[in-house]
């Protein structure tokens, strides 16, 4: 039959090195993930760069002129 090998030293760093770089990603979208919910769950008004206009942001004519 054939003979098991150990594991060669290249593997285990390459491992390592994929182990880090999941990690990571994890961490990074974790990240983003919580950012996200605190602000959908924050409650405050959104109307931010949303390139619509927004009545309630206008000055009235009365306003700009004082």
């Known amino acids: ?4 090998k150990a594991t060669h030293e290249i593997h285990t760093r390459r491992f390592s090195r994929n ?3 999941g990690l990571t990603l994890l961490a990074m979208v974790a990240l983003i ?3 996200t ?3 959908i769950t924050r409650g405050e008004l959104n109307e931010r760069f ?3 206009a927004r009545p309630a ?4 004519v009365e306003e700009a002129d004082q």
């Open 1 to 4: 039959m054939s003979e098991l």
């Open 19 to 21: 182990l880090g770089v």
């Open 33 to 35: 993930f919580g950012l």
């Open 37 to 39: 919910m605190v602000k």
């Open 50 to 52: 949303d390139h619509v």
């Open 57 to 60: 942001m206008e000055l009235k």
